[in-house]
């Protein structure tokens, strides 16, 4: 069974700063791995799908990559800004029961 | 459409009655899928679709809970007898294929409690 955490589960930085929230996985038989952002009360918002074969994919201030032999993934965030206050949620889609798997999530705020 | 449409946004139920969630699909998205956020980030996975058919349903409680996607309507997931447990955020996703290229596009949610 795919168990998903995600390290720190809470962060508190000032604006500008650049920061990494890690995800790590047990089982690295995946498709892929999709990072998703959640606001307070609302849904899920997609930021980045890395495939298996994929180590890394990039998309603004975003960066995220992917060690599946070491079932860990990362993703970077640059020069960080309070619109980025939310919950950050890693999820690979595990191969054998073809759907994905939530981590515990990081709540993430950015101060001015 | 271009987003996956869950109505209603809220429901309040009381303890014993049913409640009724809906999920329209992105157009030309055969999957479906359902999701049960409970607490804050704990994401339980319910039942997957394709097409109209049950494509894996491990996560179901199968007494109470039951979902179906028919043809040309939105799909549905339907509580007989809620209990304050029921209480929780449930998403809908879809995707073209079983997500393994292009991922899940999660609608915004159905909040349901139960009271």
């Known amino acids: 069974k795919q168990e998903v955490t995600q390290i720190p589960a809470a962060l508190s930085v000032p604006e500008g700063e650049n920061l990494v929230l890690n995800c790590s996985f047990t089982?690295?038989?995946?498709?892929?791995l999709q990072w998703f952002r959640q606001d307070p009360g609302k849904g899920l918002t997609s930021l980045l799908l890395?495939?298996?074969?994929?180590r890394e994919q990039t998309s603004g201030r975003l960066n995220a990559s992917l060690d599946k032999s070491s079932g860990r993934s990362t993703l970077y965030i640059a020069a960080s800004q309070p619109g980025d206050s939310a919950t950050y949620l890693c999820?690979?889609?595990?191969?054998?029961?073809?759907?994905?798997?939530f981590g515990t999530g990081t709540r993430l705020q950015v101060t001015l | 459409g271009e987003e996956v449409a869950q109505t209603p946004k809220h429901l309040v139920r009381g303890e014993g009655q049913k409640a009724k969630l809906y999920c329209a699909p992105i157009?030309?998205?055969?999957?479906v899928f359902w999701y049960q956020q409970v607490l804050k980030n704990e994401f339980k996975f319910l039942i997957s679709?394709?097409?109209?058919?049950?494509?894996?349903e491990t996560g179901m409680p199968k007494e109470r809970f039951s979902a179906k996607c028919l043809p040309n309507s939105p799909c549905s997931l339907e509580i007989q007898a809620t209990k304050l447990e029921d209480s929780a955020v449930y998403f809908c996703?879809?995707?073209?294929?079983?997500?393994?290229?292009?991922?899940?596009?999660f609608g915004s949610g159905t909040r349901l409690t139960v009271v």
């Open positions: 679709f394709q097409n109209e058919n049950v494509f894996d």
């Open positions: 996703a879809s995707s073209q294929e079983q997500g393994r290229i292009y991922g899940y596009t």
């Open positions: 089982d690295s038989a995946i498709y892929n």
């Open positions: 157009k030309g998205h055969s999957y």
């Open positions: 890395i495939q298996s074969s994929q």
């Open positions: 999820a690979p889609h595990t191969g054998t029961a073809s759907k994905l798997t």
